[in-house]
Nanobody
């Protein structure tokens, strides 16, 4: 069993920055892909950024050049540095980690509870 806990959300003005953190805990053997998704009210959840264990990153076009995803494999933690935030970035941000455990030998998907990011004009 894996628990995924997010932190770092909040309210900022346009142009401001936030740094989200997400740590996975439990009987974790390894973590493969880690990522951040977001969902605005009335909209579908979308991928914001992802990062492989080897450090290869992928970003949504809407955040390229503004957001940076990184990870600390020793801590099973993924970060999302968000700069130059815009009102359209307002959403609940969810952490996703693909991990194996002692009881589940294949990579399974685990999600955080979500953290609210509000960007005002």
């Amino acid at each position: 069993q894996v628990q995924v806990v997010e932190s770092g959300g909040g309210l900022v003005q346009a142009g401001g920055s936030l740094r989200l953190s997400c740590a996975a805990s439990g009987r974790i053997l390894s973590v493969n892909v880690m990522g951040w998704y977001r969902q605005a009210p009335g909209k579908q959840r979308e991928l914001v950024a992802s990062i492989t264990r080897g450090g290869r990153t992928n970003y949504a076009d809407s955040v390229k050049g503004r957001f940076t995803i990184s990870r600390d494999n020793a801590k099973n933690t993924v970060y999302l540095q968000m700069n130059n935030l815009r009102p359209k970035d307002t959403a609940v941000y969810y952490c996703h980690e693909e991990a194996t455990t002692f009881s589940v030998g294949i990579y399974s998907n685990y999600w955080g509870q979500g953290t609210q990011v509000n960007v005002s004009s």
